[in-house]
């Protein structure tokens, strides 16, 4: 049977509540789901639960139809597998062609399967003249364009406050500050934006359109679509832990000159920290990029109270080199912010460990060590 990528839509705010009902629902649980309307793009509105749902998949069901849908997964994404339907439906042997940039494959979803981040939806408005053409003809498309792409990190002016800006507007916490009242930090946001130009393109008259710029439409849906299905997984990575503890995963797009590549980073807190006898909270952030001179580069920083190192991972020696010749500077900054410099480490990337964080240097890794 075929497996369904369920994304929170916009509409629905109270995250708290949102929250509430994920961390109830088990794998192998049988869910009743409600087919609430079909979208222009192929995708499917299901009500789950009291809660609205979009599937990219185009399955073959109209508005009032009933689902049975088994749990799957729950992290990092929600994946059901439609078990049973109506009678009046066509066979439950659902078999649908691939859907390039989206979620799913006739094999049906892989644990690794991810939607395309905002971070493509600039690309391919840089390198496909067609989209910037349908854009164009429509001013209310250029203003939310625009608005989007005024958000982008721009890597000419990358500085700590920049990058607080750009994780408030990504629209990571759109739900808690509506849910919260505070419907004015939501209101400029990446997912507010996207939603809209989703809206804006689902009420554009097709009739007169010709084919090329009918296939643009549907290309700059596509790329919304997975954007926001993209925020979405976010949140849901981001959702508080069973045992107690949190995280926060971005990704954002880092503008370098015409070139967009994606910023990723989480924050979380240590939980073999918690609870040990000094009792120090223990935080970490895992920063990751791809730089298309560079090459993959990921930074690792761990701060216990005013304890802080930095481990620095990349394949290339130059790189490797030029931030090894910074590390004097980088400390003495660090020293008079008032912190205790505990180590900065460069290394290669195939000295990292597994996704929660990264190894200790090698004894062959450039170090240089401070002792407080």
Do not use: C, H, Y
Request: hydrophobic share 40%; aromatic share 4%.
């Amino acid at each position: 049977m075929e497996e369904l990528q369920l994304t929170l839509t916009p509409s629905r705010v109270d995250q708290r509540n949102f929250g509430v009902m994920l961390s109830n629902w088990r794998v192998g649980q049988v869910l009743n789901a409600l087919v609430v309307d079909r979208m222009p793009s192929g995708s499917v509105l299901l009500n789950v639960g009291g809660r609205e749902f979009v599937t990219p998949l185009d399955l073959p069901v109209q508005a009032g139809n009933r689902l049975q849908l088994e749990v799957q997964q729950v992290q990092p994404q929600i994946t059901l597998k439609v078990l049973s339907n109506d009678a009046k439906l066509v066979s439950s042997q659902l078999t649908q062609p691939s859907i390039q940039g989206g979620l799913f494959s006739s094999g049906g979803l892989s644990a690794s399967a991810k939607p395309d981040s905002l971070t493509s939806l600039f690309v391919a408005l840089a390198t496909q003249p067609g989209l910037r053409a349908l854009i164009a003809q429509t001013p209310i498309l250029v203003n939310l364009m625009t608005a989007l792409s005024g958000q982008n990190l721009q890597a000419s002016a990358l500085t700590s406050s920049a990058l607080s800006v750009a994780i408030n507007r990504s629209g990571l916490f759109n739900e808690a500050n509506l849910a919260g009242g505070r419907s004015d930090r939501a209101r400029d946001t990446s997912k507010t934006l996207l939603g809209q130009l989703q809206k804006v393109m689902s009420d554009l008259p097709t009739a007169n359109l010709n084919a090329e710029t009918r296939a643009a439409l549907g290309t700059l849906s596509d790329l919304t679509n997975a954007a926001l299905a993209n925020l979405t997984q976010q949140q849901l990575i981001s959702m508080p832990q069973e045992s107690g503890a949190q995280r926060w995963f971005f990704e954002i797009p880092l503008a370098l000159g015409l070139n967009f590549i994606d910023l990723k980073m989480t924050i979380e807190r240590d939980e073999k920290a918690q609870g040990g006898e000094d009792d120090k909270a223990t935080w970490r952030v895992d920063l990751s990029l791809d730089l298309p001179e560079a090459g993959p580069m990921r930074v690792l920083l761990t701060m216990a109270d005013r304890d802080v190192s930095v481990v620095l991972s990349s394949d290339s020696p130059s790189v490797r080199s030029m931030v090894d010749s910074s590390f004097g500077q980088l400390k003495t900054r660090m020293i008079v912010s008032d912190f205790r410099v505990k180590s900065l480490v460069t290394q290669a990337m195939t000295d990292t460990s597994d996704s929660s964080g990264l190894s200790e240097p090698s004894a062959s890794s450039s170090t240089f060590e401070v002792r407080a």
